[in-house]
């Protein structure tokens, strides 16, 4: 087993007396898919946002590779390799669904100094890599929702990031629009980057993820292989809880 | 008869008494008389103590620049002479200022002369900067019962209500342009008239009171309006001055910066008349318009002579630094000081309510008579400015009135 | 009206309102990037007028100098001004979360521009108060219609400014990402965005516009310490008019506002200054966006 790409050690935050995440430790192995569950303000997207630097946490330490990238702020989090999409995506809706992209590949994790032809390539494969091939002039502000969301998706892979952080990519999705992000998220995890995604829907979680850690109430409450954590009384408990 | 005498006694005794009682309370009344009452206070007094405030800071400080020396100028001339000598308590008392910054701000003004009342103890008090300040700062004199020489104020609304502390020596706001006019009607060959004001009470006055005394001296007056205070581009206003073909165009705003731009963009505008009046042109407006200022007609608070008065004016001026056109509202500041003086002689002591009464009596010429300033019911003045005209980047007295006709050229449209 | 003077009337207007657009950009350009509504705007104004003047002046006995070519000087200088001016007092600012940024920049700003204009005020003492410099090139005129020379050029430059602006914004990488900060900032930051830098730069740029603007006014009309707060507000009325973040509502709303002050000013001048507002209470009502606005 090598070592863990990424690992969050008892990582707390706190919102004026309302404690959001508590002591949250778990670990992400690199080439892999590790989902992460649990009810409704359970805490998995203030996991994401502390992660990704939108603020600090009370208490705890996020290390990637060896690094300790506690407390860093998004944009140097991004450099170094962590990218991630918003479940309410963030395009730059005046912008082209190119320059979109291009943004990410001129300020991402490998921000080299592109040739024009190398870099209008690259933005054309990416494009038709997440299936938005022939939108590229399109401003932002008018793709569909579906689209919107392989934009963010594209924008983030354009960064070249090595862990990548999906959040709810396939809440609001019909079936057929499901399997098709799936699979694109398999072929992601193909090119060897590390997945690390929030998820509702159970069947995209359980097929997909290597590793499932479940959040309850800001805690750690099971961490797993699918199967086993399906099983865990616990997490059970606290999805049934949940739905009263 | 033993009653008799016992009250003969008794009331010779009373008699006595009284008498002594009488005598003494005479005496001691006509000793009142002659000593004034808190005759030992006056008799410790051992200076003038004037208190007024400048704007050394704020937009006016370019036009009260050098007054504060200058009020110094002439307290240490006094001074020099020992003093001013007050008949009442038979005393010479040299003059001492107390000057505060009152930073171009009425409520500032009113702040330092409730201060120079209560703490620095004045005896009376010089007024400050512009009519709006002034009328801020009277509340002061109202309230602690000392005499204002107003300067340089004279806008309508300080005169409405009555009020026995403050007079001043100007003529209303709305005659200040009178000897403008009359050089103009008397140069004859104008006819009709554009007019600008600043919209400030007292810029309005100006203005509407020229338009009635050329208009009165059978002139047109065919543009008249009012700009807001924070105007920057002229533009349209000067179209449609061009529009009514003006034969004399007239600004009046304070502070100056106004005029630059307005002169600017006439002259880049093709706006030419006859002549142009600049009721404002300092030092700034004639740097910023250099050439074109040639010819402008403008008015100072004073003229070229050679009267005593003259040459004491322009020997305090040279003592402060400064040519009279530069900051020509020192003609303001001079008039003051001969007020005061005079109302000091007239008074003969600093009780507040003799000083008062003397300032509203004031009566005396300038400038071998060629003005008297008086006190008239209301507590104005009248002293009004002289026409002057910029050459070669100066202005020009165009006084007396015979000799500035012959001297005052059309300006014609040259810029 | 003659019809000559409705045509003067109609391009005094626009020529006011392409000067007026300037200046709004610059703080168009501030608040769509950083977030930040920069009360400052006006002082800078002020003082780069200044610094034209200065120079104009002290070089005048020994080499007339073309206060243009002092405005190009000048430029440049409060690009790093406007970098100081955010590093020091904005970059701080940036920490707080959202909802008291802006709050915390209104106020950040508005004490720096009372203490900018109170340090220009103290500097005047000794000199004189209100600054312009003597520079008169004849009209250019056709018929009976006057074209102020100093104007033409002013709006010849603004138009190239504003061409080098959409240059830099359309075709640079530094462009493009001052385009993404403007329209998702956090979306910017997520994919490596260095923001802060971008942020000082937008400054550099804004303050830089500005102090062109105060060259202007030096030339056309005069600069003095108390100009800065009301030329402020009447820009943040063309940035609000315009539609925060839109560059050609701010273009279009500045040469609105120069032809209604244009048109107002021969009708009713004592109307003029009050008609930016007014306009912008108009145009709010039938776009509450603004023209523009996203």
Same mark, same amino acid.
């Given at each position: ?8 050690? +008892? ?8 404690? +959001? ?36 946490? @009370? ?64 933005? +054309? ?8 091939? %022939? ?44 399997? @098709? ?25 359980? %097929? ?13 409450? +099971? ?7 399906? %099983? ?13 | ?415 | ?138 009209? #250019? ?122 048109? #107002? ?30």
């Amino acid at each position: 087993m090598s070592a863990p790409l990424m690992s969050v050690r +008892a990582l707390t935050v706190n919102f004026s007396g309302l404690r +959001a995440l508590d002591r949250v430790s778990f670990s992400v192995n690199p080439g892999k898919i590790t989902g992460i569950i649990g009810p409704n303000g359970a805490g998995k997207t203030t996991l994401f946002n502390v992660i990704a630097g939108h603020y600090r946490p @009370s208490g705890g330490q996020i290390i990637f590779g060896e690094r300790n990238i506690t407390g860093w702020k998004s944009d140097r989090v991004c450099r170094l390799g962590i990218s991630r999409t918003y479940q309410h995506v963030r395009p730059f809706l005046g912008l082209s669904v190119y320059n979109n992209v291009k943004v990410g590949f001129l300020y991402g994790h490998q921000a080299v100094n592109w040739k024009q032809k190398e870099l209008s390539q690259e933005i +054309a494969s990416m494009l038709e890599f997440v299936g938005l091939e %022939g939108l590229g002039e399109k401003r932002a502000e008018e793709l569909i929702p579906l689209n919107r969301k392989r934009l963010e998706v594209a924008r983030a892979l354009a960064t070249h990031p090595r862990l990548l952080l999906l959040d709810e990519l396939i809440a609001g999705l019909t079936p057929t629009e499901t399997l @098709s992000m799936m699979e694109t998220i398999r072929q992601i995890n193909a090119k060897g980057i590390t997945v690390l995604m929030i998820e509702h829907v159970m069947k995209a979680v359980m %097929g997909l993820s290597d590793k499932v850690v479940v959040l309850h109430h800001g805690e750690v409450i +099971a961490e797993g292989s699918p199967a086993q954590v399906a %099983g865990d009384q616990a997490v059970i408990d606290a999805y049934l809880g949940a739905q009263h | 008869m033993s009653t008799r005498n016992q009250n003969d006694t008794h009331q010779f005794g009373e008699i006595i008494t009284r008498r002594k009682f009488i005598t003494l309370a005479s005496a001691a009344a006509a000793g009142m008389a002659v000593i004034p009452l808190g005759g030992s206070a006056m008799a410790a007094k051992t200076e003038i103590v004037i208190g007024a405030t400048l704007s050394q800071s704020g937009r006016f400080q370019g036009i009260i620049r050098p007054f504060g020396k200058l009020l110094q100028v002439w307290a240490d001339g006094i001074n020099a002479k020992g003093g001013i000598y007050l008949h009442k308590i038979n005393k010479t008392l040299p003059i001492r200022l107390v000057i505060y910054d009152d930073q171009s701000s009425p409520p500032t003004a009113l702040k330092f002369y409730e201060r120079l009342a209560a703490v620095d103890k004045v005896d009376f008090f010089m007024g400050p900067f512009t009519s709006f300040i002034t009328n801020a700062a009277l509340q002061a004199a109202v309230k602690h019962k000392r005499p204002m020489f107003m300067v340089e104020a004279n806008d309508s609304a300080m005169f409405e209500k009555p009020n026995r502390w403050r007079a001043t020596g100007l003529s209303p706001a709305k005659t200040e342009y009178t000897r403008v006019v009359q050089l103009l009607a008397k140069k004859g060959g104008v006819k009709t008239f554009a007019l600008l004001s600043r919209d400030s009470l007292h810029e309005n006055q100006a203005m509407e009171g020229f338009g009635e005394m050329v208009k009165k001296a059978g002139m047109e007056v065919v543009y008249q309006k009012i700009a807001p205070k924070d105007t920057r581009d002229f533009s349209s206003i000067i179209l449609a001055m061009k529009q009514s073909k003006p034969d004399v165009v007239f600004i009046e705003w304070i502070p100056p910066p106004g005029n630059i731009g307005f002169l600017k963009q006439a002259r880049g505008l093709g706006l030419n008349p006859k002549d142009v009046v600049v009721g404002h042109a300092p030092v700034p407006v004639i740097k910023a318009l250099g050439r074109s200022m040639e010819n402008v007609l403008s008015a100072l608070y004073f003229f070229e002579g050679d009267s005593p008065h003259h040459r004491e004016f322009f020997a305090m001026c040279k003592k402060a630094g400064f040519e009279p056109w530069q900051y020509s509202e020192a003609g303001i500041r001079y008039v003051t000081f001969k007020r005061i003086e005079e109302a000091l002689v007239t008074a003969g002591s600093l009780e507040p309510e003799e000083v008062r009464r003397a300032m509203w009596q004031s009566n005396f010429s300038l400038y071998n008579g060629d003005i008297r300033i008086k006190t008239d019911k209301k507590g104005y003045g009248t002293l009004h400015p002289w026409p002057s005209q910029i050459k070669n980047g100066k202005p020009v007295s165009l006084w007396p009135l015979s000799k500035g006709v012959e001297i005052f050229e059309h300006k014609n449209g040259q810029w | 009206m003659e019809f000559t003077t409705l045509v003067q009337v109609i391009i005094n207007g626009v020529l006011l309102g392409g000067v007026y657009a300037l200046a709004a950009f610059g703080l168009s350009l501030i608040f769509g990037v950083s977030g930040v509504l920069n009360l400052a705007h006006g002082e800078f104004l002020m003082v780069g007028g200044m610094a034209v003047f200065l120079l104009f002046d002290a070089l005048q006995n020994v080499w007339y100098v073309n206060p243009f070519i002092l405005v190009a000087v000048v430029a440049p200088l409060f690009f790093l001004v406007g970098l100081v001016f955010e590093k020091a007092l904005i970059q701080p600012l940036t920490q707080r979360k959202e909802h008291v940024r802006l709050a915390s920049a209104v106020l950040v700003t508005l004490g720096a521009a009372l203490v900018i204009e109170d340090v220009a005020d103290f500097a005047s003492r000794g000199s004189q108060y209100e600054k312009s410099v003597d520079f008169f090139i004849p009209s #250019l005129v056709i018929g009976e219609i006057y074209l102020e020379t100093n104007k033409l050029v002013m709006f010849g430059l603004v138009l190239i400014l504003i061409v080098a602006l959409f240059i830099f914004l359309r075709f640079t990488y530094v462009g493009l990402a001052v385009q993404a900060v403007t329209q998702n900032r956090r979306g910017a930051l997520l994919v490596g965005v260095n923001t802060t830098r971008i942020n000082a730069i937008a400054f550099g740029i804004g303050t830089a516009l500005a102090a062109v603007a105060g060259g202007f006014e030096v030339i056309n009309s005069m600069v003095a310490p108390n100009i800065g707060l009301p030329l402020t507000l009447k820009y943040l009325c063309i940035v609000v008019m315009g539609g925060l973040g839109s560059f050609l509502g701010v273009a279009l709303g500045g040469v609105i506002i120069g032809l209604g002050e244009s048109f #107002l000013g021969f009708f009713y001048p004592a109307w003029s200054q009050t008609v930016a507002y007014l306009l912008l209470v108009t145009v709010l009502l039938i776009r509450p966006k603004g023209l523009f606005g996203k």
